[in-house]
């Protein structure tokens, strides 16, 4: 009867919008929890030539120095962040990797962010790099971050330009800015001192550039630890 029926079609009715309402949620919880996307650089041939392996490194080693966020844990804790952790090296590589052409290869170095599903064109400066790492990862990399990969950056093209001494003033100055991070900027100290040990190389004092050298493994040994 209509009457016996009513409860079989009540529950088959609460199923399905329960079935409906799981599937939303599905689609929706990463957007409200907040959960990170990926980033991609274009190293093909023409992004390769105006720097995207510089980007590639650049993106990297300023999210290295964001502090542990929900999203390198187990359980997403909205909210939650652990200031004295840092996110290893392979957090990144799997975060921000390579990958083929994004189009406009004359705009480059180009980008592709998951999270707004965008292409981000000439991508070489750390403000920039700040900025996308914050739309698309949903990192914050500190002022100090930023300011020591800029002078990492003209500290590199006075490298390439053969003036060593501005170089190692620049690369100085970077380590000074990058200290305060701590345990944080681990992987940026690492890089930085072992261009600055290049740079000795360059001037032909081993001695300095061992120094250097020994101190780089230390701080990679620290944060991978």
């Keep these: 009867s209509l009457h016996d029926a009513l409860p079989i079609w009540s529950a088959r009715f609460a199923r399905r919008v329960l079935l409906v309402v799981a599937i939303f949620l599905k689609h929706t919880t990463a957007l409200s929890l907040g959960e990170p996307g990926s980033i991609s650089v274009c190293t093909n041939r023409a992004c390769r030539k105006a720097g995207s392996h510089d980007t590639l490194r650049l993106l990297r080693s300023l999210a290295s120095t964001a502090a542990r966020c929900n999203m390198f844990d187990d359980e997403l804790s909205v909210g939650h962040t652990e200031p004295d952790a840092c996110a290893t090296e392979s957090d990144m590589t799997s975060l921000i990797s390579s990958c083929g052409c994004l189009g406009n290869c004359g705009m480059g170095p180009n980008v592709h962010g998951t999270k707004t599903d965008e292409v981000f064109r000439d991508v070489y400066k750390p403000k920039s790099a700040r900025a996308l790492l914050e739309a698309e990862l949903g990192l914050e990399v500190s002022d100090d971050a930023v300011k020591a990969s800029v002078h990492r950056l003209y500290a590199e093209r ?26 944080q900027g681990a992987v940026l100290l690492a890089q930085l001192l072992n261009l600055r040990a290049d740079v000795y190389e360059l001037k032909r004092d081993p001695a300095s550039a061992n120094r250097s050298e020994e101190r780089r493994v230390g701080k990679e040994c620290r944060s991978r630890w």
């Design 158 to 183: 006075a490298m390439r330009a053969g003036n060593l001494d501005e170089a190692m003033a620049l690369l100085t100055t970077a380590l000074n800015t990058c200290g305060p991070l701590r345990l």
